[in-house]
């Protein structure tokens, strides 16, 4: 069984920084690309930044340059550093893990629970 929980969301005022962790456990095998998405009130979950195995990163463009993805291998933990802060950002942010559990021929997608984030102009 795998788990992945999130912390880090709050409340924050525009200009204010937040990180976001996502820390994966269980029996897991193998971990893929990890990544961020969000979904702001009324609206549709929208991809925000991936970072794949070897490191490679890319993020939306409306958050280039002031959100950034990492992730901590040894941990299982995946990590959004999000600076400059604007209240278009406030939403549910969700993780998402593709990963190979003990036990799976193949690799699938993993969800968090979702943290909340809310910017305050």
């Known amino acids: 069984q795998v788990q992945l929980v999130e912390s880090g969301g709050g409340l924050v005022q525009a200009g204010g920084s937040l990180r976001l962790s996502c820390a994966a456990s269980g029996s897991i095998l193998s971990i893929n690309a990890m990544g961020w998405y969000r979904q702001a009130p009324g609206g549709q979950r929208e991809w925000v930044a991936t970072i794949t195995s070897g490191g490679s990163t890319s993020t939306t463009d409306s958050v280039k340059g002031r959100f950034t993805i990492s992730r901590d291998n040894g941990k299982n933990t995946l990590y959004l550093q999000m600076n400059n802060l604007k209240p278009e950002d406030t939403a549910v942010y969700y993780c998402?893990?593709?990963?190979?559990?003990?036990?799976?021929?193949?690799?699938?997608?993993?969800w968090g629970q979702g943290t909340q984030v809310t910017v305050s102009s």
């Open positions: 998402n893990v593709n990963l190979r559990s003990t036990g799976s021929w193949f690799s699938r997608d993993y």
